[in-house]
């Protein structure tokens, strides 16, 4: 791909990009092209005018994917200057490139109550949406009223929460539609209550995460439905005797046997391979089969 062949956008291309150095893993191949927009007309430029034939891939803070060691064909897009946020009586209106950490700490400044349970996940704001990130009796669906966004080849278009019908660590996004912002509703709270709330969820998380480490979080989906009463993704780990596995620089926490780390040098490949371990151990020894939470991206595989 040569620069040439491209819409003239202000925001940047970046050519033959590596991103292992934006994986949370620190693994995975190049992109042919990376392009950052300006700000969402900038996007809108950039859609409505590119090669017809050119693959796009959206891609947020990288918090929960596992990128091919082969990379990414076509263009990669990454929203980190959509980072606005409008605060309005009883809603606000944040764009995709923000981080829940940002957003919620100016938040609590503010004395304001939104997402602040979300406070130990590293994405982004529109990550978030697109995989209704969320914990334990908590997911940002609970406060989302509407989501904005491109749908291709460049038309602006807005969708409602409700017509959405989001489910567990699943958005249920177009995959034709580029979330660029969400309104989310607000709630007055005092803000020494949220920043206590805020401290307390990072306490729990240093004690409870490998934190510090090339880490994608939970690796695994919390069972439902058919997987034995009450159990989580860790336990039925732990239970078929996978909580000290590992293949070549990837390896199960010892912290929590629901993240993975690499331990240096790993590749996207021995991760995949660790997570078909873990698949395939767990419902041998449980007869349940575990879903993945990670997101595999790109080619190859």
């Known amino acids: 791909m040569q620069r040439n062949e491209l ?7 970046k050519f033959n990009f590596s991103l292992k150095s934006l994986s949370f893993f620190k693994v995975g191949g190049c992109c042919d092209v990376l392009f950052i927009p300006a700000d969402v007309d900038d996007l809108l430029q950039f859609l409505s005018k590119k090669p017809e034939n050119l693959e796009v891939t959206i891609l947020g803070n990288m918090s ?9 064909s076509g263009c990669v897009i990454q929203l980190r ?16 490139g923000v981080l829940l950490s940002k957003f919620i700490s100016e938040c609590a400044q503010k004395g304001i109550s939104c997402c602040e349970k979300l406070f130990c996940i590293p994405g982004s704001v529109g990550g978030a949406v697109c995989m209704n990130a969320g914990i334990p009796g908590f997911e940002i669906s609970d406060v ?3 989501v904005s966004g491109i749908s291709f080849p460049g038309v602006p278009k807005i969708f409602l929460k409700d017509e959405l019908n989001m489910a567990y660590r699943n958005g249920n996004i177009p995959r034709d539609f580029i979330v660029t912002s969400a309104k989310l509703k607000t709630f007055a709270k005092d803000n020494n209550a949220i920043l206590s709330e805020i401290k307390e969820i990072k306490a729990k998380r240093l004690k409870s995460q490998p934190i510090g480490q090339a880490t994608c979080g939970s690796t695994f989906k919390n069972p439902s439905g058919t997987a034995p009463q009450g159990a989580k993704a860790w336990e039925l780990i732990k239970r078929a005797g996978c ?10 926490s010892e912290k929590h046997c629901n993240f993975l780390i690499n331990t240096g040098g790993a590749k996207a490949s021995d991760f995949v391979e660790l997570i078909e371990i873990i698949k395939q151990k767990v419902f041998e020894e449980t007869g349940y089969e575990l879903q993945e939470e990670i997101k595999r991206i790109g080619s190859k595989w």
């Open 7 to 13: 819409p003239e956008v202000r925001g940047e291309y």
């Open 64 to 72: 929960n994917v596992l990128i091919s060691d082969y990379g990414i």
């Open 81 to 96: 200057h959509l980072d606005k946020i409008e605060f309005y009586d009883n809603y606000v209106e944040v764009q995709a």
């Open 144 to 146: 989302l009223i509407s």
């Open 243 to 252: 909580d000290r596995l590992s293949v070549g620089g990837a390896k199960v």
